[in-house]
Protein backbone atom coordinates (compact mmCIF):
# COMPACT_ATOMS: atom_id res chain seq x y z
CA UNK A 1 0.00 0.00 0.00
CA UNK A 2 1.28 3.53 -0.91
CA UNK A 3 0.61 6.80 -0.12
CA UNK A 4 1.15 9.71 -2.62
CA UNK A 5 0.28 13.64 -1.88
CA UNK A 6 0.89 17.21 -1.36
CA UNK A 7 1.65 18.05 2.53
CA UNK A 8 0.22 20.06 5.03
CA UNK A 9 2.81 20.83 7.56
CA UNK A 10 1.56 21.13 11.11
CA UNK A 11 3.41 22.07 14.34
CA UNK A 12 3.23 20.46 18.30
CA UNK A 13 0.33 19.65 20.81
CA UNK A 14 -2.07 19.59 17.36
CA UNK A 15 -5.37 18.50 19.57
CA UNK A 16 -8.69 16.87 18.71
CA UNK A 17 -10.49 20.13 19.48
CA UNK A 18 -8.57 21.83 16.56
CA UNK A 19 -8.64 18.94 14.14
CA UNK A 20 -12.15 18.71 14.54
CA UNK A 21 -13.91 21.51 16.75
CA UNK A 22 -16.29 20.42 19.70
CA UNK A 23 -19.34 22.55 18.19
CA UNK A 24 -19.99 20.33 15.09
CA UNK A 25 -19.85 17.39 17.26
CA UNK A 26 -22.89 16.47 17.20
CA UNK A 27 -22.54 14.61 13.55
CA UNK A 28 -21.23 11.71 13.15
CA UNK A 29 -21.34 11.62 9.28
CA UNK A 30 -18.07 11.74 7.49
CA UNK A 31 -18.73 13.99 5.17
CA UNK A 32 -20.01 16.56 7.94
CA UNK A 33 -17.17 15.97 10.07
CA UNK A 34 -14.54 16.70 7.12
CA UNK A 35 -16.08 20.03 5.84
CA UNK A 36 -14.98 21.63 9.31
CA UNK A 37 -11.34 19.40 9.73
CA UNK A 38 -8.82 22.05 10.68
CA UNK A 39 -10.75 24.84 10.55
CA UNK A 40 -9.68 26.48 13.59
CA UNK A 41 -5.89 25.50 13.01
CA UNK A 42 -5.90 26.04 9.10
CA UNK A 43 -8.73 27.94 7.29
CA UNK A 44 -8.08 26.68 3.85
CA UNK A 45 -7.74 23.74 5.04
CA UNK A 46 -11.04 21.92 3.63
CA UNK A 47 -10.46 24.51 0.63
CA UNK A 48 -7.07 23.43 -0.30
CA UNK A 49 -6.91 19.62 0.66
CA UNK A 50 -7.21 16.85 -2.37
CA UNK A 51 -7.69 13.12 -1.96
CA UNK A 52 -4.74 11.77 -1.00
CA UNK A 53 -2.60 14.14 0.46
CA UNK A 54 -0.55 14.05 3.78
CA UNK A 55 -0.28 15.79 7.33
CA UNK A 56 2.94 16.10 8.62
CA UNK A 57 3.18 17.53 12.33
CA UNK A 58 5.68 17.72 14.79
CA UNK A 59 5.23 15.98 18.63
CA UNK A 60 1.98 14.46 19.90
CA UNK A 61 -0.22 14.68 17.26
CA UNK A 62 -4.23 14.02 18.46
CA UNK A 63 -3.72 15.10 21.90
CA UNK A 64 -6.94 15.83 24.01
CA UNK A 65 -10.25 13.98 23.69
CA UNK A 66 -10.46 10.07 22.81
CA UNK A 67 -13.24 10.62 20.29
CA UNK A 68 -13.06 8.92 17.01
CA UNK A 69 -14.57 12.25 15.34
CA UNK A 70 -10.78 13.55 14.76
CA UNK A 71 -9.53 10.94 12.76
CA UNK A 72 -12.42 10.61 11.07
CA UNK A 73 -12.85 13.87 9.56
CA UNK A 74 -9.12 13.91 8.87
CA UNK A 75 -9.84 10.75 6.19
CA UNK A 76 -12.99 12.12 5.43
CA UNK A 77 -11.38 15.15 4.25
CA UNK A 78 -9.24 13.05 1.38
CA UNK A 79 -5.66 12.18 3.83
CA UNK A 80 -4.51 9.60 3.05
CA UNK A 81 -1.87 10.05 5.72
CA UNK A 82 -0.66 11.78 9.13
CA UNK A 83 3.23 11.66 9.64
CA UNK A 84 4.40 12.90 13.06
CA UNK A 85 7.21 12.65 15.37
CA UNK A 86 4.84 11.21 17.85
CA UNK A 87 0.99 10.68 18.51
CA UNK A 88 -1.15 10.44 21.18
CA UNK A 89 -2.05 7.00 21.68
CA UNK A 90 -5.72 7.52 21.61
CA UNK A 91 -5.74 8.76 19.01
CA UNK A 92 -3.11 6.43 17.29
CA UNK A 93 -5.19 3.75 18.53
CA UNK A 94 -8.40 5.31 16.54
CA UNK A 95 -6.88 6.25 13.73
CA UNK A 96 -5.74 2.75 13.07
CA UNK A 97 -9.36 1.57 14.47
CA UNK A 98 -11.13 3.85 11.32
CA UNK A 99 -8.05 2.56 8.84
CA UNK A 100 -6.19 5.52 8.61
CA UNK A 101 -2.54 4.96 8.29
CA UNK A 102 -0.48 7.08 10.66
CA UNK A 103 3.17 6.74 10.74
CA UNK A 104 5.95 8.03 13.76
CA UNK A 105 9.11 9.33 12.57
CA UNK A 106 10.70 12.22 13.68
CA UNK A 107 13.26 12.83 11.06
CA UNK A 108 10.75 12.73 8.44
CA UNK A 109 8.55 15.77 10.31
CA UNK A 110 11.59 17.49 10.82
CA UNK A 111 12.94 17.26 6.91
CA UNK A 112 9.17 18.02 4.95
CA UNK A 113 7.84 21.44 5.21
CA UNK A 114 4.55 22.20 3.94
CA UNK A 115 3.95 21.75 0.26
CA UNK A 116 6.39 19.17 -0.53
CA UNK A 117 5.12 15.96 -2.43
CA UNK A 118 5.45 13.09 -0.37
CA UNK A 119 5.17 9.23 -1.27
CA UNK A 120 4.60 6.81 1.86
CA UNK A 121 5.09 2.83 1.50
CA UNK A 122 3.34 1.55 4.20
CA UNK A 123 4.75 -1.92 3.32
CA UNK A 124 8.38 -1.01 4.19
CA UNK A 125 7.95 2.18 6.25
CA UNK A 126 10.01 4.29 3.77
CA UNK A 127 9.06 7.77 3.44
CA UNK A 128 10.30 9.94 0.25
CA UNK A 129 10.23 13.89 -0.20
CA UNK A 130 9.96 13.68 -3.87
CA UNK A 131 10.55 17.60 -3.89
CA UNK A 132 13.48 17.58 -1.58
CA UNK A 133 15.01 13.86 -3.10
CA UNK A 134 15.10 12.73 0.66
CA UNK A 135 14.04 9.82 2.11
CA UNK A 136 13.22 8.38 5.51
CA UNK A 137 12.64 5.06 7.36
CA UNK A 138 9.45 4.97 9.31
CA UNK A 139 7.74 2.50 10.99
CA UNK A 140 6.03 -0.52 9.04
CA UNK A 141 2.96 -1.44 9.83
CA UNK A 142 2.83 -5.22 10.91
CA UNK A 143 1.06 -7.14 8.69
CA UNK A 144 -1.86 -7.54 11.21
CA UNK A 145 -2.51 -3.79 11.10
CA UNK A 146 -1.80 -3.58 7.29
CA UNK A 147 -4.74 -5.74 7.14
CA UNK A 148 -7.07 -3.22 9.07
CA UNK A 149 -5.83 -0.35 7.20
CA UNK A 150 -6.44 -2.17 4.04
CA UNK A 151 -10.34 -3.14 5.32
CA UNK A 152 -10.59 0.53 5.54
CA UNK A 153 -10.76 0.13 9.37
CA UNK A 154 -11.26 -2.57 12.00
CA UNK A 155 -15.31 -2.98 11.96
CA UNK A 156 -14.97 -4.10 8.34
CA UNK A 157 -11.83 -6.34 9.50
CA UNK A 158 -13.66 -8.08 11.65
CA UNK A 159 -16.47 -8.70 9.61
CA UNK A 160 -14.93 -9.81 6.74
CA UNK A 161 -12.83 -12.62 9.18
CA UNK A 162 -16.39 -13.76 10.10
CA UNK A 163 -17.74 -14.48 6.48
CA UNK A 164 -14.92 -16.40 5.24
Known amino acids: MRANGTVFKY???????????????NSSDPAE?????????????VKKVRKG???????NFGCGSSREHA???????GVS???????????????????LPIIECPEASRGIEDGDQVEVDFDSGMIYN???GTQFKGQAFPEFMQKIIAAEGLVNYINSQHQK
Open 53 to 59: DIIVADK
Open 71 to 77: PLAIKAA
Open 11 to 25: GDNVDTDVIIPARYL
Open 130 to 132: RTK
Open 81 to 99: CVIAQTFARIFYRNAINIG
Open 33 to 45: LATHCMEDIDKEF
